[in-house]
């Protein structure tokens, strides 16, 4: 019973690299979330998408970019990373209006 | 814009004593709120969840929330921590016509033994 699977665990980037963010929810789901999380700040959503096809801007969305693949699979691309991406990455995913299930996370050092 | 706070950003407490961790959101229409934990180096887990109904709403490991409407609060409630209960909490709201999951900042919990 996977539910929701994020890849890499671990990232470290150079500034100005790029790179993706992998999410993949086996829970027929609607709605899928990327996150990131900082001390003090909580979580912040970056982009989501209610629907297979469609994709909206959260609070933090600049530096960012995401594909909605299909049902299953939401990507979060870095095009040129900063320090300032340095964080810890959760995809999410939930029935609308529902409870999220969340990933294990991606812990992303930009150096 | 939806919003959510939590004002207690650190709590510590003795075991067995009781816990209330205060959660606010500002959005005026009928929202489905969540109580989440993370303990550490985990990620999120789901504790309790309201959506309609009886407005004390009761979760795993002896937790529970209270919705109370007109105050726009979310109060999540232990009588009597743990140990094992040191962990961060996050409070989140999503409008029940809506798409966004929006959370608060959190709280994080100390317990001493």
């Known amino acids: 019973n996977a539910g929701v699977t994020q890849t890499p665990k671990f990232q470290v980037l150079k500034t100005g690299q790029s790179m993706t963010l992998q999410c993949a929810q086996d829970?027929?789901?609607?709605?899928m979330y990327w996150y990131r999380q900082d001390p003090g700040m909580g979580l912040r959503l970056i982009y989501y998408s209610a629907s297979e096809g469609t994709t909206d801007k959260g609070e933090v969305p600049n530096g960012y970019n995401v594909s909605r693949l299909n049902k299953r699979e939401f990507s979060l691309r870095l095009e040129s990373a900063a320090p300032s991406q340095t964080s810890v990455y959760f995809c999410?995913?939930?029935?609308?209006?529902?409870?999220?299930?969340f990933g294990q996370g991606t812990r992303l050092t930009v150096v | 814009a939806q919003s959510v706070s939590q004002h207690n950003h650190h709590v510590i407490l003795s075991e067995a004593a009781s816990l209330e961790l205060g959660c606010n959101y500002s959005y005026g229409g009928t929202v489905n709120l969540f109580w989440y934990v993370q303990y550490p180096g985990q990620h999120l887990q789901l504790l309790l969840k309201?959506?309609?109904?009886?407005?004390l709403v009761k979760g795993i490991k002896g937790f529970e929330a209270e919705f109370i409407k007109s105050k726009f609060s979310f109060n999540l409630r232990k009588p009597s921590v743990q140990w094992s209960d040191t962990a961060e909490y996050f409070c989140a709201v999503i409008k029940s016509s809506g798409d966004k999951l929006t959370f608060g900042t959190g709280t994080r919990l100390a317990v001493r033994p």
């Open positions: 829970m027929n789901h609607n709605s």
């Open positions: 309201y959506f309609s109904g009886d407005p």
């Open positions: 999410a995913s939930s029935p609308r209006q529902a409870e999220a299930f």
